[in-house]
């Protein structure tokens, strides 16, 4: 049975860092590529962060490139966000997908999600 369980969430203060983790089971997490997703309250899914399996690229909303790293280890089985400079537009859920393949984008699963709140 395939899992991702996010961990990590919690209150900062604008500015802040926090870092989530995805611990994935069930499948070969390293055969797949995995997408960071976020939704603010009220709001509909945002795609944020992308990770190959192939080669580690990686891809950026441009709302968080340049303060968001989206990273994995694959013999923890597990996906990283490292989120710096946080600000209160980043508050929400979020979750993490496994892709259907190594490269694409297309998410055939998802974790239940952690929520982030950005606040003074």
């Known amino acids: 049975e395939v899992q991702l369980v996010e961990s990590g969430g919690g209150l900062v203060q604008p500015g802040g860092s926090l870092r989530l983790s995805c611990a994935a089971s069930?499948?070969?997490?390293?055969?797949?590529?995995a997408t960071w997703v976020r939704q603010a309250p009220g709001k509909g899914l945002e795609w944020v962060s992308h990770?190959?399996?192939?080669?580690?690229?990686?891809e950026y909303a441009d709302s968080v490139k340049g303060r968001f790293t989206i990273s994995r280890d694959n013999a923890k089985n597990t996906l990283y966000l490292q989120m710096n400079s946080l600000k209160p537009e980043d508050r929400g859920a979020y979750y993490c997908?496994?892709?259907?393949?190594?490269?694409?984008?297309?998410?055939?699963?998802w974790g239940q999600g952690t929520q982030v709140t950005v606040s003074s």
């Open positions: 069930g499948f070969t997490f390293s055969s797949y590529a």
């Open positions: 990770i190959n399996s192939v080669d580690g690229s990686t």
């Open positions: 997908a496994k892709s259907r393949t190594a490269w694409g984008h297309e998410s055939d699963y």
